[in-house]
């Protein structure tokens, strides 16, 4: 574990994750560490542990993350 203390004073839990295998990107929405597989790949959707949106990696070095693009489930029939 990795202490890391924000400037606002709150303190950071990181789990120790070798690069090869994990990573993490910050969520846009809320700025949190968003946890990533190390193969992760350019257009998936993770979901942010945080807040909850979804979010598409949009880059892989570095790591980018943006908020999807909600879906649309009302077609207006
Ligand atoms: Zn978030």
Do not use: H, N, Y
């Amino acid at each position: 574990m990795i202490l890391a203390l924000t400037s606002t004073g709150d303190v950071l839990f990181a789990e120790v994750i070798p690069m090869s295998t994990a990573t993490s990107a910050t969520c846009p929405e809320c700025e949190a560490a968003v946890p990533l597989k190390g193969d992760v790949e350019k257009g998936e959707i993770v979901p942010c542990p945080d807040c909850g949106a979804e979010l598409e990696v949009i880059e892989q070095d570095p790591i980018t993350l943006r908020l999807a693009p909600a879906e649309e489930e009302d077609w207006g029939e």
